[in-house]
């Protein structure tokens, strides 16, 4: 018998967020987001979300 995911368990990213609109056309910036949730500023977030873009791995990015 299936259980049901817990509060905290990641949304599944082939289902649409609750409350979207399919189809709506706007590209979702997650930076306000995770510079909000991790208390960093968002040029700082920017930056590592374009050096993982552009294929830095998370070692190379720390040292």
């Given at each position: ?53 552009g ?9």
């Open positions: 018998m299936p259980t049901a995911p817990s509060p905290t368990s990641p949304a599944d990213p082939s289902q649409p967020a609750a409350g979207s609109s399919p189809g709506a056309g706007a590209a979702f910036d997650p930076t306000p987001v995770i510079a909000a949730e991790l208390q960093l500023q968002r040029g700082q977030v920017a930056a590592v979300i374009a050096l993982l873009d294929g830095a791995t998370v070692p190379f990015i720390s040292r």
